[in-house]
């Protein structure tokens, strides 16, 4: 079965820091990794996807995350927040089937 | 950019009646899904459907539930007797083709309330 586990239930930043929101994962064949954005009253905006290649996967708004496999994490991040980042944020998996496992969710709250 | 849409927004509903959530998917998607997030907790799958039949279901989806492309442009999610715990909300989503790597695009969701 797999799973997914975000660690945080919220992460605040300053504007202009750099944001990391964690996820990790357990998938039982190869692990296909996306980030969701949820804006209030908003459903989910795709952001990025891993599936193969490069580790760094870049995507919409400037985030960007690193798939690392020894450690099963799919961390997501930007080099310099902003306060219209503000949101929750999903980690999702699928293996061969055709159904996202969310994670539960972290809220990001960058402050001016 | 094209998007997924749902009707309605909102919908209130007395325990034991049936409910239809709609969504018109991108057009030129195939494969359309249903999940569900029940207030604080996290985005659940319900089903996908391509070609007009259930490709996958979850544990949630039981005979309560049924869905249906009555048409083009539309797809539907029915619950038949709604109870007090099917109060969450409701997205629809769509991806172009069929397999794992495919990027589901979500709609803005159906708030359901079940008083």
């Known amino acids: 079965a797999q799973s997914v586990a975000q660690p945080e239930d919220q992460v605040n930043v300053a504007e202009g820091n750099p944001l990391t929101v964690k996820c990790t994962y357990s998938?039982?064949?190869?692990?296909?990794l996306f980030w969701y954005v949820q804006y209030p009253n908003r459903g989910l905006q795709f952001l990025l996807k891993y599936i193969t290649g490069d580790n760094l996967v870049k995507g919409s708004y400037g985030f960007e995350a690193e798939f690392n496999k020894s450690q099963t994490s799919f961390h997501l991040k930007k080099p310099s927040a902003l306060v219209s980042d503000s949101a929750l944020y999903f980690c999702a998996a699928r293996d061969s089937g055709y159904a996202l496992n969310f994670g539960k969710g972290t809220s990001l709250l960058v402050t001016p | 950019e094209p998007e997924v849409t749902q009707t309605p927004s909102h919908q209130v509903t007395q325990m034991g009646q049936e409910v239809i959530l709609r969504c018109v998917p991108i057009s030129n998607h195939l494969y359309f899904y249903w999940y569900r997030q029940i207030l604080g907790q996290k985005v659940e799958f319900l089903v996908s459907f391509y070609n007009n039949e259930i490709s996958e279901k979850s544990e949630i989806f039981d005979d309560q539930f049924s869905v249906e492309r009555p048409d083009g442009s539309n797809f539907t999610l029915k619950i038949r007797s709604t109870k007090l715990e099917d109060s969450a909300m409701y997205f629809c989503?769509?991806?172009?083709?069929?397999?794992?790597?495919?990027?589901?695009?979500f709609g803005p969701g159906t708030r359901l309330t079940v008083l």
């Open positions: 998938v039982s064949g190869n692990p296909y």
């Open positions: 989503a769509s991806s172009p083709i069929a397999g794992s790597t495919d990027t589901q695009y």
